[in-house]
């Protein structure tokens, strides 16, 4: 282990708020960890340098700061690549680390960076209890992970985690209701990430994009048309838009994956050493990559091929690094229902609307409906006297018409009649209202730059 390749990470950041989405927070500070993987670049946590503004590294024991900027990131697996813009930090620099392969059960590590509480280095010790696919904080996406019993606290996170002195995993959460139980980003899913800069592939880690259910129970199985060898999941339901769009069906059974059994609890053993969930496999993937997977339909087995693409959601997971979309008509200020909006409430998973909850917890991406667009809030004014009891409200229809998107909704909205449904608006009114709304609340444009 080389104490020497760790770096300190200093981040000014500035969030989106999505209660008035045309402005941002105050910038604000915070530090976290990183590693040194050669004299100019450094790996450390997505959620370190989410939104930063301005980023600056400091070695252990250098009194010097560097200024750096991102030039990779993977919000998905938590992952980011920095690159120091100041020569000084090559001549300056006392050890790279080097990349190990995937640890074992019991394997003893050491995380080591900078936890908030003092200015040098900290290492803590312990050892791998698990390597499973568990869900992603900072993105909400289940992927591979191994869990150590070491503390990762506040400022420590993004910092490497080593085994026989090499980097087996960079910390990056730690285990809710669990005392000294962290959680790493695997190195398997660290080379996929800089291997894919190298190549110029897309940092996203693809998605099936479908809904399954597992096949433990008899009578479902022999409902599925399976013979008592075969075994795999149900799929119920599709993304649409998504890898399994236009090619799986409701009702299909996923026998294999990437070459892998699927068993009827919807695990596989992968890489012939860990079993868990069958999706572990997009991990290894990148987007526009086929993977092949047998299926049952009717009775039938099938051979097919996935092309491979994003994540698809009715509501889509936390956004970094892009402006929130927002559309405001006649002092109504609209926007499509995300987890960064349903975020402005405290403890949102419990004080959102229930509407807006069952649509990020069960919603599926349709044809006819691919974003909820919501009313967040009205702007007091002459022109909307008497509205201000519909605000955080899911917009049902305009003069008759289910919005597709939010890009459908301006369209629809901005070519309608007078009469939208329980909203009445007189279109030249808003027109005439539109500027005097905007100045009297400092808003620059009456909507986000993706929407005209």
């Not at 509501?315 to 006649?330: I, L």
């Not at 917009?395 to 007078?418: C, H, T, W």
Request: aromatic content about 8%.
């Amino acid at each position: 282990m080389s104490e020497a390749s760790v770096v300190r990470i200093f981040a000014t950041t500035q969030n989106p708020d999505y209660d008035a989405p045309w402005q941002a927070h105050t910038p604000a500070s915070s530090t976290g960890s990183g590693v040194t993987l050669d004299e100019e670049h450094v790996l450390t946590g997505a959620h370190v340098v989410a939104n930063a503004t301005f980023l600056q590294v400091q070695k252990v024991s250098d009194p010097n700061k560097y200024v750096a900027r991102v030039v990779g990131i993977c919000h998905d697996a938590d992952l980011a690549l920095l690159r120091i813009e100041d020569e000084r930090f090559a001549k300056q620099q006392y050890a790279a680390a080097e990349l190990g392969e995937l640890p074992s059960l019991r394997d003893r590590v050491s995380v080591v960076g900078f936890p908030v509480g003092g200015e040098e280095v900290s290492v803590t010790e312990g050892v791998v209890s698990r390597i499973e696919v568990q869900r992603y904080s900072h993105s909400q996406r289940h992927l591979l992970a191994v869990t150590v019993d070491a503390a990762i606290n506040e400022g420590n996170s993004g910092g490497p985690v080593f085994h026989e002195g090499k980097v087996v995993g960079i910390a990056f959460q730690t285990l809710r209701d669990a005392e000294a139980i962290g959680e790493m980003v695997p190195v398997s899913l660290i080379k996929r990430f800089l291997r894919g800069i190298e190549t110029g592939r897309a940092p996203e880690i693809p998605s099936l994009s479908l809904r399954s259910q597992s096949l433990e129970n008899p009578m479902l199985k022999r409902a599925s048309d399976l013979t008592p060898t075969q075994t795999g999941v149900l799929v119920r339901r599709i993304e649409y838009g998504g890898t399994a769009y236009g090619v799986l069906r409701q009702g299909d059974v996923l026998l294999r994956i990437g070459g892998y059994k699927i068993e009827d609890n919807g695990t596989i053993r992968y890489e012939d050493r860990i079993r868990t969930r069958y999706d572990v496999v997009m991990g290894d993937h990148y987007i526009g990559d086929e993977l092949p997977v047998r299926i049952v339909r009717e009775g039938k087995e099938l051979d097919l091929t996935l092309i491979l693409r994003g994540k698809q959601y009715l509501v889509e997971r936390s956004q970094y690094e892009e402006e929130p979309r927002y559309f405001v008509y006649g002092g109504l200020v609209f926007q499509p229902l995300s987890r960064n909006y349903l975020e402005t409430w405290n403890r949102w998973w419990d004080k959102a609307p229930p509407e807006f909850l069952s649509h990020y917890y069960t919603g599926v991406r349709s044809e006819d409906q691919r974003e909820i667009v919501v009313l967040t809030q009205i702007l007091a004014d002459d022109l909307t006297v008497g509205y201000e009891d519909h605000s955080n409200e899911a917009v049902l229809s305009v003069n008759g018409v289910k919005p597709r998107d939010m890009a459908d909704f301006v369209q629809r909205i901005e070519s309608a009649g007078d009469a939208c449904e329980r909203l009445l608006f007189e279109t030249q009114a808003v027109r005439e209202a539109g500027p005097r709304i905007l100045e009297r609340y400092r808003i620059s444009r009456d909507r986000s730059p993706d929407l005209g």
